[in-house]
Nanobody, 125 residues
Framework: QVQLVESGGGLVQAGGSLRLSCAAS????????MGWFRQAPGKEREFVAA???????NYASSAKGRFTISRDNAKKMVFLQMISLKPEDTAVYYC???????????????????WGKGTLVTVSS
């Protein structure tokens, strides 16, 4: 069983930056694809970015050019660097782990095996 704990959320002005972190524990990190999803009030949870064990990356179109996902396999950590934040980026951001390919993770949130509890990002205009 893998536990995921997010941190780094908060309140930021439009145009600002935040770096989210996700710490994994309790199970093997090896081989898992890791990703970030987000859920805004009244909306479905949506894919943001994913990174494979070997470093292949997939971004949602809304994230390309502004968000950067990375991982540190030795420390069992995943990061999401976000710049040029917009009010529409306001959401709870969830860390996710999946034994499926990142392309599967990107198109099907039910491919996720483990979820964190989320961290709130609020972008003010």
């Amino acid at each position: 069983q893998v536990q995921l704990v997010e941190s780094g959320g908060g309140l930021v002005q439009a145009g600002g930056s935040l770096r989210l972190s996700c710490a994994a524990s309790g199970g093997t990190f090896s081989g898992y694809a890791m990703g970030w999803f987000r859920q805004a009030p009244g909306k479905e949870r949506e894919f943001v970015a994913a990174i494979s064990w070997t470093g292949s990356i997939n971004y949602a179109s809304s994230a390309k050019g502004r968000f950067t996902i990375s991982r540190d396999n030795a420390k069992k950590m995943v990061f999401l660097q976000m710049i040029s934040l917009k009010p529409e980026d306001t959401a709870v951001y969830y860390c996710a782990a999946s034994g499926r390919p990142i392309a599967t993770m990107a198109r099907d949130r039910f491919a996720v095996d483990y979820w964190g509890k989320g961290t709130l990002v609020t972008v003010s205009s």
